[in-house]
């Protein structure tokens, strides 16, 4: 499940899938590369100023 804010069918959903799959290619568990895969997700956003808050880096 992508992160609360993406919409199903946006840049980020798309990247969100694109990296847990990429993930569980890797040998990652399900449940750890969704984790992965949001934190990505959520990263980017803060970083381009589509979230609340902005990144620290």
């Known amino acids: 499940m992508p992160p609360r804010g993406v919409r199903r069918g946006s840049k980020r959903d798309r990247q969100y899938r694109h990296v847990k799959q990429s993930q569980l290619d ?8 969704e984790e992965i895969a949001a934190r ?12 609340r808050t902005r990144s620290r880096s």
Do not use: I, L, Y
């Not at 890797?26 to 590369?33: M, V």
């Not at 990505?40 to 979230?51: D, I, L, P």
């Open 26 to 33: 890797q040998g990652r568990s399900e449940r750890r590369a």
């Open 40 to 51: 990505t997700v959520n990263k980017e956003r803060a970083r381009s100023g589509e979230s």
